[in-house]
């Protein structure tokens, strides 16, 4: 229960406007004397949205930002003067219970007119030290932040730039033991800061909480140690952040959090692990490697893995399975685009009706709009009959284009069209035909990349590319190999009606050892063709790597998006060897000869993340 004369007590009696509010409700439960005067007095009880002189989302993410670190500042808050216009503020959120935030405003446009009287008062006390001028400085931060720094579950002490301690707050005292007079006007490095963990002497010099204001710069740090009043170290992660008066940099301000209790609870938990996979090499020392035991891991027809990346493409297949929103999905051939339209369609509502597929790559522009639109008969030399067309065959289901970049200019025209005015016309028909249709597009090939070459209409791009998919290659999720070849093998041993067969440890290893580049389709090849060879239950895999055959012959030519293929997968070996570091001595641009700036933009355009070699 709210204890109200509490809360009431600390907006009244706060220096600066300050309202309670309420952020389920979005209401003004309170507001001090100041509040009522600086807003006007129909503050309280009216809906804290009503006061807001910006976007009601700049209100969330405040809202978002109290709840996650307990206390924020912000300046983009902008509320309703008492005259109606919009105030220039500072605003300072404390969570003071769950839903209630207690919010204190400082109108910047007044601070900045006292700032500057204060200014020409401080010329004329010309007898006026440096230090004094910091040390009111920081004693005016404290007063206006009391209620913040008070009621602050983190630690927040502030530092002027000799590095003596400026003002303490009671989170910050309770962590270290150590009251605000102990502690105000000291070297706070050489109190709380002054060795590793290890016992190791720590360095003023090295720093980062005085390398913060010295560079200025803000400094964030989650893994180091300060030291108690009593001797005994406390693990923390903290944020530290220049401060500045009129311009001047006066310190920086630290904010604390004790993590001793989570990083003994995340070392327990590494130990556990470790023991956990001490286990599990024991007993993939064993010759079999008992997939039989090893569960179907699969939320869709055919889609099989526990990889990330399976994970996530099974979360995206349901979002657009939910959605009548049209689809791209994208990927290198035989990373199981078809597999997933599938699945798309068969975990919508639309299941029951047909799932129509096109291929955009096999047909000329003219067959292709027969096709796609159908036709009456005499409309063109050759046409004997009336063709009904794949978008009535797929009216009220999905239609599936295949390798959507192919598809000629001017069919892709009267494809927007159709998608944008849902009817069209048959060839040789006056007639316009209705259709209700998702179409779920595929493509091998970088479709923004079409655009820009001018192969590919924008507007159709945008009108198709509502909601992307990609399907990832193989050889970036090898946890997924295991599954699939189990998968493939038991389909192909029930089809081919073949006897029995397992998969031991060392055709898992050979497995994962290829790089397969043709993806999930090659391994189903792979291990079909090694069932139908298997001698005495043993598989025996045949890998005809693709960079073997190419060394084969000298005369092979390649499409472009075979040469982007080879490049991307290039990159992504010197990235996998050097774990993700582009530039330096040892990074992937010098293994690959060229510049960094020219590394990163061939990762940009051949999409390619870095993080995931790290």
Same mark, same amino acid.
């Given at each position: 229960?709210?204890?109200?004369?509490?809360?009431?007590?600390?907006?009244?009696?706060?220096?600066?406007?300050?309202?309670?509010?309420?952020?389920?409700?979005?209401?003004?439960?309170?507001?001090?004397?100041?509040?009522?005067?600086?807003?006007?007095?129909?503050?309280?009880?009216?809906?804290?949205?009503?006061?807001?002189?910006?976007?009601?989302?700049?209100?969330?993410?405040?809202?978002?930002?109290?709840?996650?670190?307990?206390?924020?500042?912000?300046?983009?808050?902008?509320?309703?003067?008492?005259?109606?216009?919009?105030?220039?503020?500072?605003?300072?959120?404390?969570?003071?219970?769950?839903?209630?935030?207690?919010?204190?405003?400082?109108?910047?446009?007044?601070?900045?007119?006292?700032?500057?009287?204060?200014?020409?008062?401080?010329?004329?006390?010309?007898?006026?030290?440096?230090?004094?001028?910091?040390?009111?400085?920081?004693?005016?931060?404290?007063?206006?932040?009391?209620?913040?720094?008070?009621?602050?579950?983190?630690?927040?002490?502030?530092?002027?730039?000799?590095?003596?301690?400026?003002?303490?707050?009671?989170?910050?005292?309770?962590?270290?033991?150590?009251?605000?007079?102990?502690?105000?006007?000291?070297?706070?490095?050489?109190?709380?800061?002054?060795?590793?963990?290890?016992?190791?002497?720590?360095?003023?010099?090295?720093?980062?909480?005085?390398?913060?204001?010295?560079?200025?710069?803000?400094?964030?740090?989650?893994?180091?140690?300060?030291?108690?009043?009593?001797?005994?170290?406390?693990?923390?992660?903290?944020?530290?952040?220049?401060?500045?008066?009129?311009?001047?940099?006066?310190?920086?301000?630290?904010?604390?959090?004790?993590?001793?209790?989570?990083?003994?609870?995340?070392?327990?938990?590494?130990?556990?692990?470790?023991?956990?996979?001490?286990?599990?090499?024991?007993?993939?020392?064993?010759?079999?490697?008992?997939?039989?035991?090893?569960?179907?891991?699969?939320?869709?027809?055919?889609?099989?893995?526990?990889?990330?990346?399976?994970?996530?493409?099974?979360?995206?297949?349901?979002?657009?399975?939910?959605?009548?929103?049209?689809?791209?999905?994208?990927?290198?051939?035989?990373?199981?685009?078809?597999?997933?339209?599938?699945?798309?369609?068969?975990?919508?509502?639309?299941?029951?009706?047909?799932?129509?597929?096109?291929?955009?790559?096999?047909?000329?522009?003219?067959?292709?709009?027969?096709?796609?639109?159908?036709?009456?008969?005499?409309?063109?030399?050759?046409?004997?009959?009336?063709?009904?067309?794949?978008?009535?065959?797929?009216?009220?289901?999905?239609?599936?284009?295949?390798?959507?970049?192919?598809?000629?200019?001017?069919?892709?025209?009267?494809?927007?069209?159709?998608?944008?005015?849902?009817?069209?016309?048959?060839?040789?028909?006056?007639?316009?035909?209705?259709?209700?249709?998702?179409?779920?597009?595929?493509?091998?090939?970088?479709?923004?990349?079409?655009?820009?070459?001018?192969?590919?209409?924008?507007?159709?791009?945008?009108?198709?590319?509502?909601?992307?998919?990609?399907?990832?290659?193989?050889?970036?999720?090898?946890?997924?190999?295991?599954?699939?070849?189990?998968?493939?093998?038991?389909?192909?041993?029930?089809?081919?009606?073949?006897?029995?067969? %397992? @998969? $031991? /440890?060392?055709?898992?290893?050979? =497995?994962?050892?290829? #790089?397969?580049?043709?993806?999930? *389709? &090659?391994?189903?090849?792979?291990?079909?063709?090694?069932?139908?060879?298997?001698?005495?239950?043993?598989?025996?895999?045949?890998?005809?790597?693709?960079?073997? %055959? @190419? $060394? /084969?012959?000298?005369?092979?030519? =390649?499409?472009?998006? #075979?040469?982007?293929?080879?490049? *991307? &997968?290039?990159?992504?070996?010197?990235?996998?060897?050097?774990?993700?570091?582009?530039?330096?001595?040892?990074?992937?641009?010098?293994?690959?000869?060229?510049?960094?700036?020219?590394?990163?933009?061939?990762?940009?355009?051949?999409?390619?993340?870095?993080?995931?070699?790290?």
């Amino acid at each position: 229960m709210l204890d109200l004369p509490d809360s009431e007590r600390l907006v009244r009696h706060h220096p600066l406007p300050t309202l309670l509010v309420n952020t389920r409700s979005d209401r003004v439960l309170s507001a001090n004397e100041t509040a009522r005067r600086f807003l006007g007095g129909e503050a309280v009880g009216a809906a804290f949205s009503t006061l807001l002189q910006c976007d009601i989302s700049t209100a969330a993410v405040f809202f978002d930002a109290v709840a996650h670190f307990g206390t924020f500042i912000d300046r983009s808050l902008s509320l309703s003067g008492a005259d109606g216009a919009a105030l220039r503020l500072q605003t300072y959120g404390v969570q003071y219970q769950p839903d209630l935030v207690l919010i204190s405003c400082l109108d910047l446009d007044e601070h900045d007119h006292r700032s500057r009287v204060a200014e020409q008062n401080a010329h004329q006390r010309a007898g006026l030290s440096q230090w004094q001028n910091i040390y009111g400085f920081f004693r005016e931060v404290e007063a206006q932040n009391h209620l913040i720094l008070e009621a602050a579950g983190e630690g927040i002490y502030g530092i002027n730039a000799m590095g003596q301690a400026t003002f303490v707050n009671r989170a910050a005292q309770e962590m270290l033991g150590w009251s605000s007079e102990d502690l105000i006007g000291r070297d706070l490095h050489a109190t709380i800061h002054h060795k590793h963990l290890s016992g190791e002497h720590f360095p003023a010099h090295e720093c980062p909480i005085y390398a913060s204001f010295r560079q200025e710069e803000t400094k964030r740090v989650d893994d180091d140690v300060f030291w108690r009043k009593d001797g005994k170290p406390i693990l923390v992660e903290y944020v530290s952040t220049p401060i500045y008066d009129h311009g001047v940099l006066a310190g920086a301000v630290v904010i604390f959090r004790d993590v001793t209790e989570r990083k003994e609870n995340e070392r327990k938990l590494r130990e556990a692990l470790a023991q956990v996979e001490e286990l599990k090499v024991k007993l993939e020392q064993e010759n079999d490697y008992l997939l039989t035991e090893i569960r179907s891991a699969r939320s869709h027809t055919g889609v099989v893995g526990v990889s990330p990346a399976i994970k996530s493409l099974n979360a995206r297949i349901d979002l657009a399975a939910r959605n009548k929103a049209h689809v791209l999905v994208s990927g290198p051939p035989g990373s199981g685009k078809s597999l997933t339209v599938s699945a798309i369609h068969e975990a919508s509502d639309r299941a029951r009706r047909p799932l129509v597929r096109i291929s955009c790559d096999h047909l000329s522009a003219h067959e292709l709009e027969a096709e796609l639109f159908g036709y009456r008969r005499g409309a063109f030399a050759g046409a004997t009959r009336d063709n009904t067309g794949k978008l009535i065959m797929a009216h009220n289901g999905t239609l599936h284009l295949d390798e959507i970049a192919e598809l000629p200019k001017g069919v892709q025209a009267k494809l927007y069209d159709v998608l944008q005015r849902g009817h069209f016309q048959r060839l040789g028909d006056s007639t316009q035909t209705p259709v209700s249709l998702t179409v779920v597009a595929t493509t091998s090939r970088d479709l923004m990349a079409e655009l820009r070459a001018g192969r590919f209409r924008q507007d159709l791009y945008f009108a198709l590319n509502v909601f992307s998919i990609t399907c990832e290659p193989l050889h970036e999720r090898p946890e997924d190999i295991p599954y699939l070849a189990k998968h493939f093998l038991d389909r192909t041993t029930r089809r081919l009606r073949l006897p029995a067969t %397992r @998969l $031991s /440890k060392s055709n898992i290893d050979a =497995l994962k050892q290829y #790089e397969w580049p043709g993806n999930v *389709r &090659e391994l189903e090849n792979v291990i079909e063709r090694a069932a139908i060879l298997a001698q005495g239950g043993r598989l025996k895999f045949d890998f005809q790597r693709q960079e073997n %055959r @190419l $060394s /084969k012959r000298s005369d092979v030519v =390649l499409t472009n998006e #075979e040469l982007r293929s080879l490049e *991307r &997968e290039n990159l992504q070996n010197a990235l996998r060897r050097t774990k993700g570091k582009v530039a330096g001595q040892k990074g992937a641009a010098a293994m690959l000869g060229i510049a960094p700036t020219t590394a990163y933009s061939k990762i940009k355009s051949l999409g390619v993340d870095p993080t995931l070699f790290k």
